[in-house]
């Protein structure tokens, strides 16, 4: 039997501030944790299971300055 924890807050503005402060005491790869955690579970979701889902994508934008 898995376990889950709640929290109750007077308005979305305080869960907002409480989330800001429990992600601010991880260290960043806890949080690079959390994030893959996340995103693994929304690829099952959408049910796009491959070798693809299991990495952050690198992502290249070259962008043409103007000169002004």
């Given amino acids: 039997m898995k376990k889950f924890w709640a929290k109750i807050f007077r308005s979305f503005k305080d869960a907002e501030n409480a989330d ?35 990495r952050l994508r690198r992502t290249i934008k070259i962008i043409q300055q103007t000169q002004s």
């Fill in 20 to 54: 800001r402060k429990d992600y601010a005491r991880m260290s960043p790869s806890e949080r690079l944790d959390v994030v893959q955690f996340l995103r693994e579970n929304f690829l099952k979701i959408k049910g796009e299971q491959h070798a693809a889902g299991t």
